[in-house]
Antibody
């Protein structure tokens, strides 16, 4: 059974870089699928951040204006998220998820438990 | 404003049938991109409820069903139960924006 777990600091200062890692168990990232990040501000809806394939191919949400970098470490079966120049608007629960992409379809299943990241000084 | 539009809230009595709409455009649902639905119970992680417009993953009760027509999609829940009270999100892909898009979410209240 595939499981994902996010880890990283729960508090980041404004203008600094948010860094999170998603550790995958029960499935090898190198075997296929894309791997994505989604966030949810408190009390609000879901926003796709970006995705990566084990080869390193990435897709990002243009609304994040080049602040996002997603990378993969197949040796550790992990992928990571870096979001630079954070503001209070980046405060959210950050989820990682396995992404199925192709043939007119992009969907997320399963999801990690999520981790709350607060941007505050 | 979300690219996919959902009603903010719907409600129904136990046993009733409710539907949640998801309205898109010619660059997402209307372009043939699949619609998926997620259920987020209070304080929990979103869970895939319906994939590829009308397919239920293993373990999802058949009380939940989905459909897609034109530039819209719908989630129907029959035999409403108290444990169905949750937020529901539709999701697709938009080719003009090159982005995965979610609806704003619909809060289902079981009266």
């Amino acid at each position: 059974q595939v499981q994902l777990q996010e880890s990283g600091p729960g508090l980041v200062k404004p203008s600094e870089t948010l860094s999170l890692i998603c550790t995958v168990s029960g499935y090898s990232i190198s075997s296929g699928f894309y791997w994505g990040w989604i966030r949810q501000p408190p009390g609000k809806g879901l926003e796709w951040i970006g995705s990566i394939y084990h080869s390193g191919t990435t897709y990002y949400n243009p609304s994040l204006k080049g602040r996002v970098t997603i990378s993969v470490d197949t040796s550790k079966n992990q992928f990571s998220l870096k979001l630079t120049s954070v503001t209070a608007a980046d405060t959210a629960v950050y989820y990682c998820a396995r992404e199925t992409r192709g043939s007119g379809r992009v969907m997320f299943d399963p999801w990690g438990q999520g981790t709350l990241v607060t941007v505050s000084s | 404003q979300s690219v996919l539009t959902q009603p903010p809230s719907v409600s129904g009595a136990p046993g009733q049938r409710v539907t949640i709409s998801c309205t898109g455009s010619s660059s997402n649902i209307g372009a043939g991109y699949d619609v998926h639905w997620y259920q987020q119970l209070p304080g929990t992680v979103p869970k895939l409820l319906i994939y590829a417009n009308s397919n239920g993953p293993s373990g999802v009760p058949d009380r939940f069903s989905g459909s897609r027509s034109g530039t819209s999609a719908s989630l129907a829940i029959t035999g409403l139960q108290a444990e169905d009270e949750a937020d529901y999100y539709c999701q697709s892909y938009d080719s003009s924006l090159s982005v995965v898009v979610f609806g704003g979410g619909t809060k289902l209240t079981v009266l």
